[in-house]
């Protein structure tokens, strides 16, 4: 059984790799460009516009930056980041209604909604948007290999979606039975259905 978990953590080890080379070769007038167009693709689904509770999240300088969508919803929905609990190594999640105010720079140099802002429980949203560094169209994430993420995904009732640049889409993740799925996939190119 340890040879198996070796393996596929070694498998995982390269994909992120793979990705994260990738990743650097997107130029930043690429990349922002590329988040523009999933930020309008978010707005027209409905699985978005249904959505009364959203909790979004802060990227990282790789990831798609959802943060004027973020901004925008904060009139029309209740909005929620991340927030990392380091007494007990996992997410949670804060209400956060003012940009200007409310924006600390968290644990990993990520903004998070400070710790005076309301805690929302994880069940608590209609949609989660979620970061990775790849997924499949099966909905299998791959994350950054702590289970930070993992670990709040399973308190999730609400839809997952999970948001990424079109070359963050590979063929198969190998994955562990911990490993939380999407529901959803929104690149800037498509909005896939997982496993369908």
């Known amino acids: 059984m340890d040879t ?3 393996r596929l953590e070694k498998q995982k080890s390269g ?3 793979k990705i994260r080379a990738a990743l650097k070769e997107i130029s930043p007038a690429a990349r922002a460009a590329a988040s523009q167009r999933l930020c309008a693709k978010l707005k027209e689904q409905s699985f978005f516009q249904s959505a009364a509770t959203v909790l979004f999240f ?3 300088p790789n990831e798609i930056d959802l943060w004027p969508l973020l901004e925008e919803s904060l009139s029309n929905k209740t909005v929620a980041l991340p927030c990392f609990d380091s007494d007990n190594q996992s997410y949670k999640s804060r209400r956060v209604k003012n940009l200007r105010v409310e924006i600390i720079s968290g644990q990993f140099g990520i903004r998070e909604s ?3 802002c309301v805690e929302m ?3 608590d949203f209609d949609l989660v948007l979620v970061p990775g560094i790849a997924f499949d169209l099966h909905g299998n994430r791959l994350g950054r290999g702590k289970g930070f993420y ?3 995904l399973q308190k999730v009732r609400g839809l997952k979606v999970g948001i990424a640049f079109d070359e963050q889409i590979v063929e198969k993740i190998p994955v562990e039975p911990h490993d939380a ?3 959803f996939i929104l690149t800037p190119s498509r909005c896939v259905t ?3």
Do not use: E, I, N, W
Request: aromatic fraction near 0%.
């Open 114 to 116: 400070a710790a005076s």
């Open 194 to 196: 997982a496993g369908g």
């Open 58 to 60: 802060a990227p990282l």
């Open 181 to 183: 799925k999407v529901d």
């Open 121 to 123: 429980p994880p069940d």
């Open 15 to 17: 994909l992120r790799s």
């Open 150 to 152: 993992d670990r709040l």
């Open 4 to 6: 198996d978990k070796h």
